[in-house]
């Protein structure tokens, strides 16, 4: 979905003043300058495209030609110093083409700052990333390093220009001896949402190939929207870090937001898909994790810190603080020893990968895995879902007990003799499920395909689609209605617009009558049109929830006219049931959302109704499937 939306009715939801978009437009380029640049980028693009085939280090060129073609292309370059920084970046990469040309790749063996590149699996855009990498480290030694990840702050004009210029000229708030630091980009600036989340995910893995990483001594630790998502990571992979240092950012939404103290209502499915990103909703999963937080006492954004030791207070949990005196939106200089020495005791330790005790909250399968607990189907999404799970001591005896879960598994090196699930004696064995109120045991987990449920990676909302491997699909034949038809060609453009301005990739788009089998294995396709005018839709909508045809969309059991309404919608692909199907719509951020990080959150459940009034869009209804993909009565 793109462009205006209103969400519920406008009496009952009035769409809020619509914000700044980012990135803004730059200075004017002089013109000499953007041919010279435009020109060079593009030499330096045809030798990326002919290294493709000669080296799987491509990637680390192509991030300086994609920096200067994109910013100088479309306006965003902001000042005369990244102006020569351009110039500088095109030098860059043709001495890296060069080296490469002949077999060589000198920013291998470098340390200090490097910056690299990867192909992102969602859209198979390359992205950048910055590296600290510490004079000890060497291409021959057998060491196994530290890993600390780094959340860049609020940064509306961080092209890719400006970040790889960045990452060539600092070493950041923190770069301790010995240890290899990664500053991801997070495509952008979106708090390392969506797209944002994988690309760390996605840089970090593509470190731990290049580099001897010590994946039990890697930490995570950000400012200011970095210290959002440093939040983020710590509460939803907590069992990947061996410390979380957040420093002031946002760690919750309606609070932050003052979404309700402001008399704003909001549509339930909205008020329930802030748990995807509210910290504060999972504080149990820190039980194991050390973390620490900082703010300046004169900060605002200390409210995040104080959010987030409330909700661990009331699981049980202590936060241990530092707060800099006297001091506002930055780290006072006697508080970075002390998170220093937090972080590095912790790393030293390395993370528990075995703790006697998980605590595992979640609240949607798209987390499902803490430690050695992982939940395969929840009673209801949105829902809060606990798995607390005990081992003894000799790791004979596991007592676990259970909230809003139907199965999960455990995966422990020693088999446990005996297993208790909330009280009741089971059969040891790998996995567990819920049967008529009673638990019972098996050594396989639950088959995908084995029936039409939820599961990880296919759960919804429609915006989960684009955190993995994603196509549009477009239309090539004629619409049932052409005025309905022709807005929805405008919102798919619209749509692959944002993704680009916003998660820096451009999505891949076939018609119809193009899409391969390659495609269908591998990838969620969003599909644009109606059953008429592109053939997979018209393929599948016999397996839809839905029906749409010349006499109008019928959808939980109301029929709207043929010229009232359009479906979005997210599901498990007829053809592919691995993966999604989406109807009609990009990420669900609507304008107004670029103005804070915040409010990065879905806008739309699994699907949703949409009217077109006067060229402006209305949810006319919209929720959530139950956990066997059907339409929730009531």
Not at 331 to 359: C, L, M, Q, W
Not at 591 to 603: C, D, F, I
Request: one cysteine or more; a positive charge; proline letters at 6%.
């Amino acid at each position: 979905m793109s462009g205006r939306m209103i969400f519920g009715r406008a009496v009952q939801h009035p769409l809020p003043p619509e914000g700044k978009v980012i990135p803004p437009m730059g200075m004017e380029i002089p013109a000499a300058d953007r041919q010279r640049l435009l020109t060079a980028a593009g030499e330096l693009q045809k030798r990326v495209d002919v290294l493709k085939s000669k080296s799987q280090f491509w990637p680390d060129v192509a991030i300086y030609a994609k920096a200067v073609l994109w910013s100088v292309s479309e306006n965003t370059v902001y000042n005369s110093r990244e102006l020569a920084a351009a110039y500088e970046l095109l030098d860059e990469g043709s001495k890296r083409a060069d080296a490469l040309e002949r077999g060589l790749t000198p920013w291998n063996d470098a340390t200090g700052l490097v910056v690299r590149g990867y192909v992102s699996r969602i859209d198979g855009s390359v992205q950048p990333y910055g590296l600290v990498i510490p004079a000890s480290w060497s291409q021959r030694g057998r060491a196994r390093y530290r890993l600390d990840i780094w959340f860049h702050g609020r940064g509306e004009q961080l092209t890719e220009l400006s970040f790889l210029d960045g990452r060539r000229k600092s070493l950041g708030d923190f770069a301790p001896d010995n240890v290899f630091v990664l500053h991801p980009y997070g495509r952008f600036c979106n708090a390392n949402h969506v797209a944002g989340e994988t690309d760390t995910l996605e840089a970090m893995a593509d470190v731990q190939r290049r580099y001897r990483i010590d994946e039990d001594r890697i930490t995570v630790r950000g400012f200011s929207m970095g210290g959002g998502a440093t939040w983020h990571f710590a509460v939803h992979h907590a069992d990947k870090w061996a410390a979380a240092a957040p420093g002031a950012g946002f760690s919750e939404t309606p609070e932050f937001q003052r979404s309700y103290s402001n008399g704003a209502t909001f549509p339930k499915w909205q008020v329930q898909l802030w748990k995807w990103y509210d910290a504060t909703d999972w504080p149990t999963n820190l039980s194991n994790l050390p973390t620490i937080a900082y703010n300046g006492d004169k900060d605002g954004q200390k409210q995040a810190a104080d959010a987030m030791e409330k909700a661990m207070k009331a699981v049980g949990l202590d936060l241990p603080r530092v707060t800099g005196p006297d001091t506002g939106h930055w780290y006072h200089k006697d508080s970075k020893p002390i998170i220093e020495t937090f972080v590095t005791d912790a790393a030293n330790k390395g993370r528990n990968r075995n703790p006697e005790r998980v605590r595992f909250t979640t609240w949607t399968l798209r987390y499902n895995s803490h430690y050695w607990v992982t939940v395969h189907r929840l009673r209801e999404h949105y829902a809060e879902s606990l798995v607390d799970a005990t081992r003894s001591a000799s790791g004979d005896r596991v007592d676990i007990k259970t909230k809003g879960v139907e199965s999960f598994s455990i995966t422990l090196e020693q088999a446990p003799k005996r297993v208790t699930i909330d009280g009741q004696n089971v059969t040891p064995n790998a996995v567990y499920a819920l049967q008529n109120g009673k638990w019972t045991s098996s050594t396989h987990t639950p088959a995908k395909r084995s029936a039409l449920v939820k599961h990880h990676g296919v759960q919804g909302p429609v915006d989960d689609a684009f955190l993995d491997s994603v196509i549009f699909v477009a239309p090539s034949g004629t619409p049932l209605v052409g005025s309905t038809g022709a807005f929805l060609e405008k919102a798919r453009q619209r749509a692959a617009t944002d993704w680009k301005r916003f998660f820096r990739g451009e999505l891949p788009t076939v018609t119809d009558k193009d899409l391969t089998a390659k495609q269908l294995a591998e990838s969620h396709i969003v599909v644009w049109g109606d059953p008429q005018s592109n053939s997979i839709l018209g393929k599948v909508i016999g397996k839809l929830p839905i029906k749409w045809d010349k006499r109008g969309l019928s959808v939980n059991g109301r029929l709207y006219g043929p010229t009232e309404a359009y479906p979005v919608l997210v599901y498990p692909n007829p053809l592919n049931p691995d993966k999604y199907i989406v109807l009609n719509s990009g990420y669900t951020w609507y304008e107004h959302s670029a103005g804070s990080n915040a409010l990065h959150t879905p806008k739309l459940p699994d699907w949703g109704v949409i009217r077109l009034s006067d060229g402006q869009q209305q949810v006319l209804d919209a929720g959530f499937f139950d956990e066997s993909w059907q339409l929730k009565k009531g």
